[in-house]
C-alpha cells in the first residue's frame, strides 16, 4: 500500500479480525487498522497527513522513506566481482546495482 511516497506494510491479525499496518522506511513507528481494505487505506492515508501535519506544526521536515541515494560498504572481492559483473553486461557498475536491487525487492514485496 503506497501514499505520497510512504509504503505500509500489512498484515491480518485473526485475533482482532482486521487488517493492521505500519509505515516502513523512516525512524517513527507509524501503525493503523481497519477491519475492511477500505477502512485500512483511509486509515493508512490518514496516518501519512497526521504525520506530514504533526511534522509541519514542530517546524520539522518529515523523514522520507529514501533518498535515492545508497552508500554500501563491501568487501573488495565483492566490489570487483560486481564492477566485472556490470561491465560484461554493458552497464555502469551504478545502472548493474539498480537493476539488481530491484529485482531482489520486487520479490520480497
Known sequence: MNHQGYTARIEYDERDALFVGRILGIRSIISFHGETVSELRAAFEHAVEDY?????????????PA????LLRIPPEL?????????ASGKSLNQWATEVLR???????
Open 52 to 64: 506530514l501535519a504533526e511534522c509541519a506544526a514542530a517546524g520539522i521536515s518529515p523523514e522520507k
Open 67 to 70: 533518498s535515492g541515494k545508497l
Open 79 to 87: 566490489h570487483g566481482r560486481a564492477l566485472i559483473a556490470a561491465q
Open 103 to 109: 529485482e531482489a525487492a520486487e520479490t520480497t514485496l
